[in-house]
């Protein structure tokens, strides 16, 4: 689902994305936190995604915090491409 939602927020902002990585925090040790990999050619930008964010998501709740965050790092990812 997150998936689908940053492909979502990358088409309302232009950006496309070559791809998007969910790591589960659970195998790193971590249980309320997972690293979301936003991928655009060969440049990426991570960001931290909470549980209770992901919760929201799949309630269909507004999470404005999570819809910040994704903003913020397609914001950078495009900063990052080359001239």
Known sequence: MI????SELARQ?????????FIEGRTVG????????????EN???ALVY????DALTNGSCCKRLDMKIRTALTRLQALKSP
Request: with cysteine; net charge negative.
């Open 51 to 54: 549980q209770s964010e992901l």
């Open 30 to 41: 971590c249980l309320d936190v997972h690293l979301l990999h936003l991928v655009q050619e």
């Open 13 to 21: 902002t232009g950006t496309v994305l070559s791809g998007v990585r």
């Open 3 to 6: 998936q689908e939602y940053v």
């Open 44 to 46: 990426f930008v991570s």
